[in-house]
């Protein structure tokens, strides 16, 4: 007789939220950390990590579907 075994995909939906999220909000934290000093350079990092959710979500929320 064989046993049926439901494969545990949690660990590979935490690693492509990670990769969605994780570098944008470094992204944002190097803004905040940069903004009492560079304006200019804020808002750089803070357009970068709008542009990186907003890319990420499309290609890896495509991914998740």
Do not use: Q, R
Request: glycine share 6%; with cysteine; proline share 3%.
């Amino acid at each position: 007789m064989m046993i049926l075994l439901e494969p545990n995909y949690d660990a590979i939906l935490y690693l492509v939220i990670t990769i969605m999220f994780g570098p944008a909000i470094l992204l944002a934290i190097i803004g905040f950390i940069l903004l009492k000093n560079n304006k200019k350079a804020a808002k750089v990092f803070f357009i970068l990590a709008a542009a990186y959710v907003i890319i990420s979500l499309g290609i890896c929320g495509s991914m998740i579907m």
